[in-house]
């Protein structure tokens, strides 16, 4: 699988081959979410495509002042693939974002900001190449209500999965009572995996548009499933990611269901995760790998891990991007907060995979979710590494024992750093500690990047009250 053009003589052919009537430019704002606008075939010309298409970028939260709005999308023409899911043959064109008046690319742009993250790596003379493999899982629900109002609140999703359905009757349909239960979701078979020839449908749409697909299955959680891929360089990978997130929720709302990446939608059942295997290549050598050593993880790989757990607080305003991240990096869901690294140990932050060759040698950050741009996320990390390896950070571990049997106190006893408890916590670490990032990224940039996150996630959600806060002090 990968790339179906070249260049822009193979994407008119490319066009011409599968009729295609409407071409899809796509780009990705500071939040991760994908933007789009379509023009007819006839109207793209090939100046077009190398010049870019202008569009008004005021019009997205927290880029550019109406007075100066006019943007530029630049296409990368050989990201073009046929949309699966529109009626009339559409091409989908993922664009960089161009700012005209600094004449350069846009430095609020996720994707040109991991471009420049590339770049930035080849100058360091520490690598060529920054592989990354992200594991997305989802929910899969019927049915969910939300909400939200001044003087109430509420949301509910429902599945028939769901242990809650025990003794529900349902209306078109009998009560097997085959259901995987609380945490009891991992590979079961059918009738209690329900949704085996739904992922079945998301593997091969997958495989449509361009990613090469490994496995799918049911994960732990109630509803839950998850849908390897192969992973890819910087920009390949948070590309995939994006067209990963847009097939899994169309195949499921194309089968009357409905898709999440929300980290934590299920109170006291496993949470979604975004698990990323990481390694860096140069001269087509592997410099995470050393023979010999623990894991066979050289010391380039050991300060990169360095690096992540000292820059984590920060690094994770990135890697998890909303206030519903932390309720899900808890004790006791597999999602580990207690960085340190160890080998083949899911209790760890950071697990370095089984396998042992040159080839296979990574490591594995468990903390990220999928409400990360994976732009800005997979740049973050990689820069927290890269100023791990220049500096020389030393990570704490291995630690090779369950750390989820820990208690607080033995933590701190021994002096393991932890993920923040919340996004405020990280967003305020982002202020302080941002040095990591500047190579790349810009001071306007990280300052509108938090103020937004603040603005958008941590004051409307400390605002609201909730329905645990009234359980807990209506009546004192």
């Not at 291995?398 to 932890?418: A, G, M, V, W, Y």
Request: glycine content about 6%.
């Amino acid at each position: 699988m990968g790339k179906f053009v070249n260049d822009i003589d193979e994407f008119y052919e490319f066009c011409d081959q599968n009729e295609v009537k409407y071409i899809d430019f796509r780009f990705t704002d500071i939040k991760g979410a994908w933007h789009h606008i379509s023009y007819n075939l006839s109207a793209v010309d090939a100046e077009m495509l190398s010049e870019g298409i202008p569009f008004d970028g005021s019009s997205i939260d927290a880029w550019q002042p109406i007075n100066e709005s006019d943007m530029m999308l630049k296409p990368d023409v050989p990201t073009a693939f046929l949309d699966p899911f529109t009626a009339d043959p559409t091409v989908i064109v993922i664009c960089d974002v161009y700012d005209l008046y600094k004449n350069e690319l846009y430095e609020k742009c996720p994707r040109s900001i991991a471009k420049k993250t590339l770049k930035y790596l080849e100058e360091s003379g520490i690598g060529d190449k920054a592989y990354f493999g992200p594991e997305n899982e989802f929910f899969i629900f019927d049915d969910v209500k939300i909400k939200d109002d001044i003087n109430s609140a509420f949301y509910q999703v429902d599945s028939s999965e769901g242990e809650w359905n025990d003794a529900t009757s349902f209306v078109d349909d009998l009560n097997t009572g085959h259901r995987p239960r609380t945490k009891g979701g991992y590979f079961p078979i059918q009738p209690i995996d329900s949704m085996v020839d739904l992922r079945a449908e998301m593997m091969q749409v997958l495989e449509e548009v361009g990613l090469e697909v490994i496995m799918g299955h049911h994960e732990v959680g109630q509803a839950q499933g998850e849908i390897g891929v192969k992973f890819g360089d910087l920009i390949e990978a948070a590309d995939n990611v994006q067209k990963f997130k847009y097939v899994v929720k169309m195949v499921a709302h194309l089968n009357g269901k409905t898709a999440t990446f929300m980290p934590k939608p299920l109170m006291g059942d496993n949470g979604t995760g975004m698990h990323t295997h990481q390694s860096i290549w140069k001269n087509g050598k592997n410099i995470f790998y050393k023979k010999g050593e623990y894991a066979n993880l050289s010391d380039n790989a050991r300060y990169y891990m360095g690096g992540i757990f000292k820059h984590a607080k920060a690094l994770a305003s990135f890697t998890n991007a909303s206030t519903n991240s932390y309720k899900r990096l808890i004790p006791g869901f597999e999602a580990p907060s207690i960085l340190t690294y160890s080998s083949q140990n899911r209790s760890a932050s950071c697990r370095i995979p089984y396998g042992g060759g040159e080839a296979s040698t990574r490591i594995e950050l468990r903390f990220p979710d999928a409400t990360a741009c994976p732009y800005l996320a997979f740049s973050a990390m990689l820069l927290a590494g890269l100023d791990g390896i220049k500096n020389k950070y030393e990570p704490v571990g291995p630690i090779n024992e369950d750390l989820f049997e820990l208690s607080t106190e033995e933590i701190k006893k021994r002096n393991i750093p932890q993920m923040p408890h919340t996004l405020r916590e990280a967003l305020e670490d982002l202020i302080v500690d941002n040095d990591f990032l500047k190579p790349v990224m810009s001071d306007l940039f990280i300052d509108t990047y938090q103020h937004y996150k603040f603005e958008t996630q941590v004051w409307p959600d400390e605002a609201r009250p909730t329905p645990f806060e009234f359980k807990s002090t209506y009546s004192c």
